[in-house]
């Protein structure tokens, strides 16, 4: 697999270019412009961004005002922040009323690395996942992200686009359909499935085939919307295949694994595991050595993939 | 118009929906009533109760959402509604929510209610204006107490950064809050030079003086926002409510309707 560029470099280059053939998006961000990327954006229309300074509450406030008035704003900041700090605003001043508000939130997970546990979201999918309105979208490559980002445009509603700090192992193709809440099957298998999302979907491939060298066939599916989470898939393989195993960079507590588990509960097949981050705050690391820590390596899901299937 | 006539129909209505309701916020309604009454008489333009989303209005987001009964009683007697509809505040099915609903009421610009967020909110529109090159503005009611949230301050420094000469604060300053008066619970200092100091411009003015509050909003602008400081009384117009923060969220009894009614002419 080649690697592509940073995730939060590919959302900015799929902004500028939203920006060319959409008149209506407007880009905010809260002093993190070189971080978050939008000012790839910002560099190609000063005059359609605009910063709030570190103060996202308001940011997302007023990312309401601009929706109230027919703009599609994109507001980016830290996921931690974006999520967390203004977990209320996000709630009721664009949530509530279902305003047409894009947040698309970087820095997310482990991949942070170096700045440690303040910084690193393990919470957000959770959080934007509770929200009545919201959808919440987990790309896991630069082609899937550039989709997401016109995609989110299309939905009528507020829309999380989950955007990495790194790179991520290209695993998709230009051609494929990108529909949101609809997971996409990127290798058949019959033994076991791995659902997963973001930077866990190239590490889930490499399990696939770590299993495949022990002779259990492994399915990859790659779940880019945790909500609306893709219920006829997940019940599809649930009477297909021995085993299903989530991965995902987060908690183990509301994101991927419990949006399956929800799904799974109260019908019987395949037995079921997740791969995250089992209920800790992260630490300050290299984001690869991050991974290993946290055990959301391609070897953790094929072990527990084995483990399952051979119980 | 007889602004003395209206303002006391809006407080007779208000006290209705509250006692039917058997919940609400009746001191903080009854003290922004005229502030209200001048905006949508006397200040608010293109406000069309055939076409609540006209583009080109004057936006008005009551922030300090609870005090929304003042808010209902006018869009009914504008017609952005029936007046029977008031009857229902508050219960299951109705369109008139504890806090306002834009998607559920005509005429409600913003969801608000929580603290702070329509101000915030409002400066977005205002900037939203500004970007679209639109002349509407943006009125907004804030409380005194809503003023202890930090976000109201990030708002207002936003908004003298950007020059929103077409956004105007109204601030319901009675003085008064749930668990007492201002300056016990959280003082708010001289919260025009708060302002001030933030980069708008501010007036002090009786916020139960209608002709006061209309030449307040329709000055002309020095290219800076501007913060009304509206002096009221909270619980105005029922004298036990009156100054009694008490009365902020609490149910009235019959007795309490029964009187309230008599001094209102109900």
């Known amino acids: 697999m080649k690697m592509g560029k940073s995730m939060r470099v590919a959302y900015g280059e799929a902004l500028r270019d939203l920006g060319a053939v959409n008149d209506k998006i407007v880009v905010l961000d809260a002093d993190l412009a070189g971080a978050t990327q939008t000012c790839i954006f910002r560099d190609a229309y000063p005059d359609r961004f605009y910063d709030f300074g570190i103060a996202e509450a308001n940011m997302m406030c007023e990312a309401a005002g601009f929706a109230h008035s027919g703009y599609i704003p994109f507001a980016s900041t830290f996921a931690i922040f974006g999520a967390g700090r203004a977990f209320e605003m996000v709630r009721n001043a664009i949530c509530y009323p279902k305003l047409n508000v894009k947040l698309a939130l970087s820095h997310s997970g482990v991949c942070v690395g170096e700045d440690g ?34 995609a989110a445009v299309d939905v009528d509603g507020p829309v999380y686009l989950r955007v990495a700090r790194t790179a991520s192992e290209i695993v998709t193709e230009e051609n494929t359909p990108f529909v949101p809440g609809k997971a996409i ?17 190239p590490r889930a491939l490499q399990a696939a085939k770590l ?21 006829e898939a997940i019940l599809a393989w649930n009477s297909r295949v021995k085993a299903i195993v989530t991965a995902e960079e987060h908690s183990i507590i509301g994101g991927l694994g419990s949006a399956v588990a929800e799904v799974l509960a109260g019908n019987p097949g395949a ?16 984001p690869e050595d991050l991974f290993r820590y946290f055990g959301l390596t391609a070897e953790n899901i094929a072990d527990k993939a084995k483990a399952l299937y051979s119980h | ?16 929906m509250l006692y039917r ?5 009746p001191g903080s309604s009854l003290s922004c ?86 101000a915030s909110v409002s400066a977005g529109m205002a900037l939203a204006a500004k970007h679209a090159g639109a002349d509407y503005k943006v009125y907004c009611l804030i409380g005194d107490g809503e003023s202890q949230e930090g976000i109201v301050w990030e708002a207002a420094m936003s908004a003298a950064h950007y020059k929103l000469d077409n956004l105007i604060f109204l601030l319901d300053h009675n003085g008064l809050q749930i668990d007492g008066a201002n300056d016990k619970v959280m003082s708010l200092g ?55 923060f008490g009365w902020h969220g609490k149910v009235m009894s019959e007795a309490d309707y029964s009187a309230a009614a008599k001094e209102l002419g109900i």
């Not at chain 2, 009914?76 to 509809?85: K, N, Q, T, V, W």
């Open chain 2, 190 to 244: 001289d919260i025009c030079a708060k302002f001030e100091a933030f980069g708008w411009e501010t007036v002090t003015i009786d916020g139960h003086d209608i002709q006061a509050v209309t030449n307040a909003c329709l000055a002309p602008s020095s290219g800076k926002p501007r913060m009304i400081n509206c002096l009221t009384v909270k619980g105005k117009g029922v004298s036990f409510m009156e100054n009694n």
């Open chain 2, 33 to 118: 009533v005229e502030i209200v009454e001048a905006l949508y008489y006397n200040v608010l333009r293109n406000i069309d109760p055939d076409n609540p989303k006209r583009p080109d209005r004057d936006r008005f987001v009551m922030s300090k959402g609870h005090g929304c009964p003042t808010q209902y009683a006018i869009l009914a007697d504008l017609g952005f509604f029936p007046r029977e509809d008031l009857e229902d505040f508050r219960q299951v099915g109705s369109h008139l929510q504890g806090h306002p609903d834009c998607n559920k009421t005509p005429g409600i610009d913003c969801n608000v209610g929580s603290l702070g967020q329509g």
């Open chain 2, 1 to 16: 118009m007889d602004y003395e006539k209206k303002a006391l129909q809006i407080r007779q209505d208000v006290v209705r």
């Open chain 1, 211 to 231: 299993l495949e060298e022990e002779g259990i066939s492994a399915a990859v599916v790659n779940f880019h919307t945790i909500k609306p989470i893709d219920e």
């Open chain 1, 117 to 150: 546990g303040s910084h690193q979201s393990v919470e957000d999918i959770s959080l934007m996942r509770s929200v009545p309105n919201m959808t919440v979208i987990v790309p896991c490559d630069e082609i899937e992200m550039r989709k997401a980002v016109f």
């Open chain 2, 21 to 25: 309701a058997q919940s609400g916020h």
């Open chain 1, 185 to 201: 099957t990127l290798k058949e298998g019959s033994d076991v499935a791995l659902f997963a999302c973001g930077l866990m979907v």
């Open chain 1, 271 to 286: 037995r079921f595991g997740r791969i995250g981050i089992n209920d800790v705050f992260g630490i300050s690391g290299k």
